[in-house]
């Protein structure tokens, strides 16, 4: 089968005046115009293409690469916006439909739009959405804690960041875990932290190991000595004077506390810890 909206392994089954003929391995056939064969494709040869709809809403193949797929995010800029909805530059000559019914406020060309990119069941088409919720589940992921993971920043909410994990489902980096810039529209690695007893993924930059915690712990300890065995910074403390001091997340922070304080090394109050003398 062809898959419309995606990357597809296609052998050139005959070279023609104005363009190229591609068939799959089950004998599905598309044309790829004569401005994108070049004289090195010859008949049998195996070619990477992305194949789409056309005005006729016919599919296409073309070499040139979308800045998305179907089935994955991006943020994307409205070129025009007409009764149909609002049309997204994705890199094809084609502009990408995000109708109204999808959009979660209403757009004006030249605003910059996250959307999830689907095949519409009712028109077959390939057409976009701001509500990734719709696509993307919260809950019930095979994650495990500890798991690294693909993420996505999308959005941003009182709480932290939101992220789509491998494409796939959506998750949260806590404020108190954003102890390094993240910004929205950023690709990088990640780790889930933890699943929520309500099924939810909580995600964090990085995963501490016992060695690190170990390290942060001695290290508080030793700065405890020199502030006269006392310090205000608890667990109960900001990200961000946590952050400020020890480049730490306040969940870290909190871990090397708790090995400090179960090995009775020192007391800790709502607003200060103190060496155990």
Not at 81 to 93: E, H, Q, R, S, T
Not at 196 to 212: F, M
Request: charged share 25%.
């Amino acid at each position: 089968m062809l898959k419309i909206g995606q990357t597809n392994r296609l052998t050139i089954q005959d070279k023609l005046t104005n363009g190229a003929q591609l068939v799959s391995e089950q004998g599905k056939t598309v044309f790829l115009p004569a401005k994108f064969v070049t004289d090195a494709m010859q008949q049998g040869d195996a070619i990477s293409v992305f194949i789409y709809l056309d005005t006729d809403d016919q599919p296409i193949a073309t070499t040139e690469k979308p800045l998305v797929q179907v089935g994955d995010c991006a943020f994307l800029t409205v070129v025009d916006v007409n009764k149909m909805g609002a049309f997204l530059d994705w890199g094809l000559p084609k502009d990408l439909l995000l109708p109204f019914g999808e959009q979660k406020r209403r757009l004006q060309p030249g605003h910059k739009q996250c959307v999830y990119v689907y095949i519409d069941k009712a028109s077959k088409r390939i057409t976009a959405s701001s509500r990734l919720n719709k696509f993307l589940p919260e809950i019930n992921s095979p994650f495990k804690g500890g798991e690294q993971v693909e993420l996505f920043f999308w959005g941003k909410s009182d709480l932290g960041f939101k992220a789509v994990i491998n494409n796939q489902y959506l998750g949260l980096l806590h404020q108190e875990d954003a102890y390094e810039t993240v910004r929205v529209g950023e690709r990088r690695k990640g780790f889930v932290k933890s699943i929520s007893p309500e099924g939810k993924i909580n995600l964090a930059l990085h995963l501490p190991n016992k060695e690190q915690l170990g390290d942060l712990a001695e290290q508080v300890y030793a700065d405890l000595k020199t502030q006269g065995g006392k310090s205000t910074l608890t667990d109960k403390s900001s990200p961000e004077a946590i952050k400020a001091k020890w480049h730490v997340s306040k969940g870290s922070y909190k871990k090397a506390l708790g090995k400090l304080y179960k090995q009775r090394k020192i007391v800790i109050t709502d607003d200060m810890i103190k060496l155990v003398e």
